[in-house]
């Protein structure tokens, strides 16, 4: 009986009977390095009102983990790896209202997207701002 082997079987069975060590390198599954999510998770569904300094650098959670909302405190290094905070130095004192639903186009400042559906109706993590 014949039997059609395609080539890569056929570099596969070279290769195992050659080396057979290299067997479970060419069929492992390819491994996902990372399991952390990039997007935003919503911290909030409506924006924070603050008072900014002038002059001073203010980090805002991009990731929304963040338990000092809507600045960071650092969770993103262990829960949102792929986000990083928005640094800005406002030139004057002023007040603001910044996002608290992270998904605003216009960060760290909140531009109404929070009041879009998908805001609105997802389920916020436990401890966060409603
Ligand atoms: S709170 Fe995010 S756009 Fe308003």
Redesign the pocket.
């Known amino acids: 009986m014949n039997t059609i082997i395609s080539g890569r079987v056929r570099k596969l069975v070279s290769a195992t009977l050659i080396q057979p060590w290299i067997l479970p390198i060419i069929t492992a599954p390819k491994v996902q390095l990372s399991t952390l999510p990039t997007e935003p998770v919503i911290a ?1 569904k ?2 924070f009102k603050v008072e900014l300094i002038g002059g001073k650098r203010h980090s805002w959670c991009a990731c929304g983990h963040s338990k000092k909302q809507p600045f960071c405190d650092g969770a993103h290094k262990t829960k949102a790896q792929g986000l990083i905070p928005l640094r800005f130095v406002p030139e004057k004192d002023s007040k603001a209202w910044l ?6 186009a216009n960060p760290p400042y ?5 009041k879009q559906e998908f805001i609105q109706s997802a389920l916020l993590p436990v401890n966060t701002h409603s």
């Open positions: 909030a409506k924006p996002c608290g639903c992270k998904y605003t909140c531009d109404g997207t929070h």
